[in-house]
């Protein structure tokens, strides 16, 4: 199976810092990688897929880059309704596996 | 617009087993590619198996293997996951999801299933 890692699992912020979080896979996984937002009691919704690629209707502060083993998240300027936590899942094989989450809390 | 709407929480005791339904709406394809991922308290996603459109069978994880059925009823637009044998580590909120293009683009509001005896 393909593991996946984040860094940092906690990371407390300001409203309009910039905010990056890196997702790292245990073998290449090309850009089949996808960013998940989630909030409390809430299902997770699709921010970014194929690595770098914006679901229609996400911010434009949010971005995505990487390839292979290596892939990071930034949040240009952190907005309230940013403070989540969010998970990266590839897609590269089966068994589709996710990190286990970055919250992002306020400073 | 798309919407999946899951039944109610479940309360089971070790060894039961419990059926989540998934209700789709505003869908235009015939195919909804429907998986289940679940989510244990304070941990992180995991997938559990779901349609694999390449070979157009369902695929599970090794995990859940001989304990795990998805099905789907197309005439009520309604997925099912059933899951046998259960202990307390499957108490978790349980999500459908559908991934018509390998990432979960629509997202059911979650089935809370606990294990207690």
């Known amino acids: 199976d393909i593991q996946m890692t984040q860094s940092p699992s906690t990371l407390s912020a300001s409203v309009g810092d910039r905010v990056t979080i890196t997702c790292r896979a245990s073998q290449s996984i090309s850009t089949w990688l996808a960013w998940y937002q989630q909030k409390p009691g809430k299902a997770p919704k699709i921010l970014i897929y194929k690595a770098s690629i914006l679901e229609s209707g996400v911010p434009s502060r949010f971005s995505g880059s990487g390839s292979g083993t290596e892939f990071t998240l930034t949040i240009s300027s952190l907005q309230p309704d940013d403070f989540a936590t969010y998970s990266c899942q590839q897609y590269e094989a089966y068994p589709w596996t996710f990190g286990p989450g970055t919250k992002v809390e306020i400073k | 617009q798309v919407q999946l709407v899951q039944s109610g929480a479940e309360v089971k005791k070790p060894g039961a087993s419990v059926k989540v339904s998934c209700k789709v709406s505003?869908?235009?394809?015939?195919?909804?590619?429907m998986h289940w991922v679940r989510q244990a308290p304070g941990k992180g996603l995991e997938w559990m198996g779901g349609f694999d459109p390449e070979d157009a069978e369902t695929i599970y994880a090794q995990k859940f293997r001989g304990r795990v059925t998805m099905t789907e009823d197309p005439s009520t637009d309604t997925a099912y996951m059933e899951l046998s044998a259960l202990r307390s580590q499957d108490t978790a909120v349980y999500y459908c999801?559908?991934?018509?293009?390998?990432?979960?683009?629509?997202w059911g509001q979650g089935t809370v299933v606990t294990v207690s005896s």
């Open positions: 505003g869908y235009s394809r015939s195919e909804v590619y």
């Open positions: 999801a559908m991934a018509p293009d390998f990432t979960f683009d629509y």
